[in-house]
């Protein structure tokens, strides 16, 4: 089997996670609405389809990476599972004192905070050994900017989705989103050419 290559697994996943949100937005809401408990199980799960694909797909590239990699993809994992058992364990105390009100609409965020807990400390740990998130590999992937203007679409979309149902709390939070990540691209762009005006003037040199 090919090595599956970093532009390769960064596609992949965008386009895994935004037939997660397309899902998630236009069919997912139709399991209210249909008669029949297969019909609404089929239509309730059609999301996770996707998110199996990413799991695959992580999977694949945790086991074609080379030690130094794995070992980072381990860490990265066990803290962020570490994280989200404990905040499923204090909101789980405080839901049981009737100190918060949760219904189990809330276990839809786990994976993002996992997701969102792995990236994170990867990041920390490949900055700790003095590299990119991608310097093992030798492959550059897309770019940084390329991908937080990608995942800015897809919150503005949900955030627009939202605005459309009159759902001002899910509509702001996207919206912030959205403006978090076009302003994390600005900055990963600028970051860019700073680096490509400084080859430049190595070269020069």
């Known amino acids: 089997m090919t090595r599956l290559s970093n532009k390769s697994y960064q596609w992949q996943t965008l386009l895994s996670m935004s037939a997660y949100v397309a899902l998630l937005l236009l069919v997912w809401p139709l399991a209210r609405s249909v008669e029949g408990w297969a019909a609404k199980g089929l239509l ?79 990041s920390l740990l490949v900055r700790r050994y003095g590299g990119d998130m991608f310097a093992c590999a030798g492959d550059a992937g897309i770019p940084a900017y390329v991908r937080a203007l990608l995942v800015a679409v897809l919150m503005a979309a949900v955030a627009v989705f939202a605005y459309v149902k009159n759902d001002d709390q899910l509509w702001g939070v996207f919206a912030g989103m959205a403006a ?22 190595r070269a020069q040199r």
């Open 44 to 122: 309730a799960l059609a999301p996770v389809l996707p998110m199996f694909y990413l799991f695959a797909l992580m999977a694949r590239r945790i086991r074609e990476s080379d030690e130094l990699e794995q070992r980072m993809h381990l860490v990265a994992l066990g803290v962020a599972t570490m994280l989200t058992a404990a905040l499923s364990l204090i909101g789980g105390f405080l839901a049981a004192a009737h100190v918060l009100a949760i219904d189990g609409s809330i276990l839809i965020w786990v994976f993002p905070v996992m997701l969102a807990g792995y990236g994170i400390t990867r």
């Open 180 to 201: 978090a990540f076009i302003v994390f691209a600005g900055l990963q762009l600028v970051r860019r050419q700073r680096k490509a005006a400084l080859a430049d003037d």
